[in-house]
Structure formats: structure tokens, C-alpha cells
């Protein structure tokens, strides 16, 4: 069964400072997707950046890239530069391809950025 | 164009009545899943629908919970005999039925029922 997990319920970054988030993932199907989300206070759901599992090379989408260590089964999203309208709640999420399954989301990070 | 459309925004019912949530996807987009999401929590995946048919209804709570979606369009959750534990955000989300393309959400529906 597909799973995934962040293990940072809360995390606080300087202004300007770049920001790790953990993600690690379980999964049998070869070929999946991993999907990167910010959910601010308003609640709206913002997508950030996608990562396949045959790509090659890491994402990268402005400010925001993807450290993806397949044998590791983990889809860290790196931002860099942090600024305060990044603070927010991330989700990291994913779905299994094979089957078209179901998009599972973990438990989420909430980031605050320090002026 | 337009985005996933949900509605009410918000609804307040009392215990024990029955509720109807609508989802209005992205045009053409076939793909159309429910979400719910409790105060400060994850989301919790309720059910999948690929055009009418729902293939995955396994994060469905209890069999107070149903869905349907008709035309391959609007999707309605349907909750009876609401209880206050239902109380939370429900977000629907559509996308193209392409493996990396992401879900679009919608703004949700705030549930609170006393």
C-alpha cells in the first residue's frame, strides 16, 4: 500500500535562509509521481512542483527543487532564499501510476519564516 | 478559465441531519477526488471518481458518507445523519486523467455541525 510521511510537524527557518522539508514514501509500483503542495492560511491549496519516478534529473521550479533519492524512497523539497510569504503548510503527495490510484497526501510541514 | 468550483462555503447544520456538498470540476478534467481536512490536519483521501465511475471509494468513513458524479461533470458528497466528529473541511480537487498532471483545488467546504 501506497504511504507517505513527513516527519517535521513545525519547523522555523531565518528570512533569506534556504529550508529542507522531508518527505520519505512506500511504494511497490515502479512508476509514480510525487507531488509538492502549500496550503496557507487562507486555505487554499497551491501546487509547487512535480517529480516522476523515471525522471531523470530533480525538479526544479524557481525558488522551489526537489531532492529526489529514489533508492531512498525520498522527495525532499528544498527552498531556497526563504521569504516570509513562505510561510504556510506543506503537503507532500503521491500517486501510484499503475493503477491510477488514489492521491495520498502526508501529514504535512508548517513552516514559519523569522524576519 | 474557470477553477474547481465547490459549494456552500460554509454550512452549519445540526447533529443528525443530512448534508450535500457539490464539487463543480475544471472543465474536461475526468479525474475528481474528495478530500477532508480536519482543523490544523493532513488531508484524508474520501474517494476518487474517473468520469461516473468511482474506482476507489475505500477512504469513505462509514455508509453515512456517499458520493455520486453525474455527466462526468458535478460530483455531490452526500452525509447523513451528520455527526460533530464530520465537522472539517471538505476539498474536492480535479485533474486530467494524465499520471503527472496535479490536482486543481477547489476552496472547500467548511462543515460544522453542532
Known amino acids: 500500500a501506497q504511504k507517505i510521511t513527513q516527519t517535521q510537524p513545525g519547523m522555523f527557518v531565518q528570512e533569506k535562509e534556504a529550508v529542507t522539508l522531508d518527505c520519505t514514501y512506500d511504494?511497490?509500483?515502479?512508476?509514480?509521481?510525487l507531488f509538492w503542495y502549500k496550503q496557507p492560511s487562507s486555505g487554499e491549496m497551491i501546487f509547487l512542483i512535480y517529480?516522476?519516478?523515471?525522471?531523470?534529473q530533480n525538479a526544479t521550479e524557481g525558488r522551489y527543487s526537489l531532492n529526489f533519492q529514489k533508492a531512498r524512497k525520498s522527495a525532499n523539497l528544498v527552498i531556497s532564499a526563504s521569504q516570509l510569504g513562505d510561510s504556510a503548510m506543506y503537503f507532500c503527495?503521491?500517486?501510484?501510476?499503475?493503477?491510477?490510484?488514489?492521491?495520498?497526501f502526508g501529514s504535512g510541514t508548517r513552516l514559519s519564516i523569522r524576519p | 478559465g474557470a477553477g474547481v468550483s465547490q459549494s456552500p462555503s460554509n454550512k452549519v447544520t445540526e447533529k443528525g441531519k443530512d448534508v450535500e456538498l457539490r464539487c463543480d470540476p475544471i472543465?474536461?478534467?475526468?479525474?475528481l477526488y474528495w478530500y477532508r481536512q480536519s482543523l490544523g490536519q493532513g488531508l484524508e483521501f474520501l474517494i476518487y471518481?474517473?468520469?461516473?465511475?468511482?474506482?476507489?471509494k475505500s477512504g469513505l468513513p462509514s455508509d453515512r458518507f456517499s458520493a455520486e458524479r453525474t455527466g462526468g461533470s458535478v460530483s455531490t458528497l452526500t452525509i447523513q445523519r451528520t455527526q460533530q466528529e464530520d465537522s472539517a473541511v471538505y476539498l474536492c480537487?480535479?485533474?486530467?486523467?494524465?499520471?503527472?498532471?496535479?490536482?486543481?483545488f477547489g476552496n472547500g467546504t467548511r462543515l460544522t455541525v453542532t
Open positions: 480537487a480535479s485533474s486530467p486523467y494524465e499520471g503527472n498532471s496535479p490536482l486543481h
Open positions: 511504494t511497490s509500483d515502479p512508476s509514480y509521481g
Open positions: 517529480q516522476g519516478s523515471y525522471d531523470q
Open positions: 503527495a503521491m500517486r501510484e501510476h499503475s493503477s491510477a490510484s488514489k492521491i495520498i
Open positions: 472543465s474536461g478534467h475526468t479525474a
Open positions: 471518481f474517473q468520469g461516473n465511475s468511482a474506482p476507489d
